[in-house]
């Protein structure tokens, strides 16, 4: 399988050059081997289609239209905020490439660092300057451990409760279902549906079967988590990278936001709301994984005991490595985007081409991949919500950042009158 959750693990700890090379280039070329399945063509159609209605509308691009109601207001103001960052951020991998290629060459290996060498040696280099290795620390993730502690979370934030429906079948044997209560009502229905499987689409997002509302009497949202973690053999647990658990508590934020809508229209409801708004709730929740009293109730999975003190001191630490080729493999995808959706697209377009244009102007290194290549870009063109949009996650960075900040200067991760 390609998806995320398994080829990350092989290109993080693979020893076999070939294998690594292999898995990155079947991974990254989904959707771009030039046969029935190609995506290029259908991009070109949806880009110049898009560009279409907003001409209709009487907007410049399609990017002009997304943005005039969003909190950015222009795609000047969002391409600002990218390249603000880009820079720095592209000196940071600069930084880390000659280090990575010092671990290659004090190895004896004779050959230059390939994309599908990057997260190998970053894990080598996290290894040798903070002496953490991820695996650690996994044994304290495991998944409905952590499902419970993101439950912990927003009872004490919020004063909900998540009680087990095993009586409520799911659409799969895997689906999970929780009644969310407050204050001894119901306010709706919450669905874990968190292990990879055959034609499920990858990556991790939240949805809603079923939106709240009050406009022909009180309605409860129907709310679903989908991630795509590896589903371990029967009756082994699924430990989870820290990565992973952040995802899980990140689209719980958005699980959130849809649970605890309060308002009588529903297409106001929940995530509905202007896009570069809309990742603050599930990136402020990432937050809490890390406080202390979440970090406590992670214990592990076999013995009970606490994360020790000294793991948890080499987590934070090494939680700086790595951050030069997290943001440009993020803002390049964002650029893409912000390119795609400004640009006049015509019949026939080569959008392979257009990408590489892209990186060409914003010094894209080698050695690191989009995110997001174009053919496999869900976000862009699964639907429209992020088109035009991608940059949000950064834009709401800057927000979660000062939103948390508010707890810490209270003195306590659930201070209430902050909540």
Known sequence: TTSRSS?????????????????????????????????????????????????LLGYESYAQYKLADSMA?????????????????????????????????????NFKLAAWDWRYYAEKLRL???DFDENE?????????????AFYVAEKLFGVSFV?????????????????KR???????????????????????????RKQGKLDGEVIPLVVNTCNYLKPPEGQPALLSLDEARTLFHEFGHGLHGLLSNVTYPRIAGTSVVRDFVELPSQLYEHWLESKPVLERLVHYRTGEKIPQALLDKMKAAGKANRGFETVEFVSSALLDMDYHAAEIGEDEDIAALERKTLDAIGMPEEIALRHASTHFLHLFSGDGYAAGYYSYLWSEVLDADGYGAFEEAGDPFDKATA
């Open 128 to 130: 040798a300057r903070y």
């Open 164 to 180: 087990a429906r095993v009586d409520i079948e799911g659409y799969h044997p895997d689906v999970r279902v929780w009644e969310v």
């Open 73 to 109: 207001g222009t795609p000047k103001a969002a391409r600002g905020l990218l390249e603000q960052v880009w820079k720095p951020g592209r000196q940071r991998a600069f930084d880390d490439r000659v280090a990575l290629q010092g671990l290659i060459d004090e190895e004896g290996g």
């Open 7 to 55: 080829v990350e693990p092989v290109l993080h700890f693979a020893r076999d050059r070939a294998v690594r090379e292999k898995i990155w280039r079947g991974f990254v070329k989904r959707g771009a081997n030039g046969n029935a399945s190609d995506n290029h063509a259908t991009i070109g159609e949806i880009l110049r289609l898009r560009g279409e209605q907003a001409k």
């Open 183 to 209: 204050d001894g009502k119901t306010i709706g229905i919450f669905y874990g549906d968190y292990f990879a499987r055959a034609g499920k689409r990858s990556g991790a997002w939240m949805t809603s079967f």
């Open 137 to 149: 620390i996994k044994p304290y993730l495991e998944l409905w451990k952590v499902v419970e502690a």
